[in-house]
T-cell receptor
Framework: DAMVIQNPRYQVTQFGKPVTLSCSQT?????MYWYQQKSSQAPKLLFH???????NEADTPDNFQSRRPNTSFCFLDIRSPGLGDAAMYLC??????????FGPGTRLTVT | DQQVKQNSPSLSVQEGRISILNCDYT??????FLWYKKYPAEGPTFLIS?????DKNEDGRFTVFLNKSAKHLSLHIVPSQPGDSAVYFC????????????FGKGTRLSVIA
């Protein structure tokens, strides 16, 4: 089955210790997105790749970086996680701008 | 500044009855709207969408209505089933290029058997 896969599902990191979340897709979609979702909040778009073009949302902190080495994979790097970065991180893909398919998410805990 | 608003954080409905989830938007440039369903510990799953050229789209038990003049859309689920219990997110986007989706905060639907 074509899908969006996120690893790990649960990640615990220490305050200030860099962490990388990964996302892969078998849908061959050209757009990949990273969202942050905190409890009872709307998913907040951090950035997205349209093919190789990187698009950063204006209010995404510099602490958050992303890499997309190829069509299938996209990574979210948090350089110095703070307690406020604890959240669910959702990866999504789409073919063009329409209808996004989401992965199961990675729940990040910062201790 | 929320461009997509779901003003009801939660809704409880009896099994077999109709569930109506509401969504309002402020950006008149939005012309494509989607509903996502999310179970705990899972990512959102696409449910149904509607383009601004339509005022209704139906898929089985799910119907989305769009009122452009009121900037309002609603999702109707009939009959509601216990398995429909989830958080429902409304999302919207414009039609230019790759503008991303803007999500509401979600409404938690509980269908009571």
């Amino acid at each position: 089955d074509a899908m969006v896969i996120q690893n790990p599902r649960y990640q615990v990191t220490q305050f200030g210790k860099p962490v990388t979340l990964s996302c892969s897709q078998t849908l061959n979609h050209n757009v990949m997105y990273w969202y942050q979702q905190k409890s009872s909040q709307a998913p907040k778009l951090l950035f997205h790749y349209y093919d190789k073009d990187f698009n950063n949302e204006a209010d995404t902190p510099d602490n958050f970086q992303s890499r997309r080495p190829n069509t299938s994979f996209c990574f979210l790097d948090i350089r110095s996680p703070g307690l406020g970065d604890a959240a669910m991180y959702l990866c999504a893909t789409s073919q063009g701008p329409w209808g996004q398919y989401f992965g199961p998410g990675t729940r990040l805990t910062v201790t | 500044d929320q461009q997509v608003k779901q003003n009801s954080p939660s809704l409880s409905v009896q099994e077999g009855r109709i569930s109506i989830l509401n969504c309002d938007y402020t950006n008149s440039m939005f012309d494509y709207f989607l509903w996502y369903k999310k179970y705990p510990a899972e990512g959102p799953t696409f449910l149904i969408s509607i383009s601004s050229i339509k005022d209704k789209n139906e898929d089985g038990r799910f119907t989305v209505f769009l009122n452009k003049s009121a900037k309002h859309l609603s999702l109707h689920i009939v009959p509601s089933q216990p398995g429909d219990s989830a958080v429902y997110f409304c999302a919207a986007k414009g039609n230019s290029g790759n503008t991303p989706l803007v999500f509401g905060k979600g409404t938690r639907l509980s269908v009571i058997a």
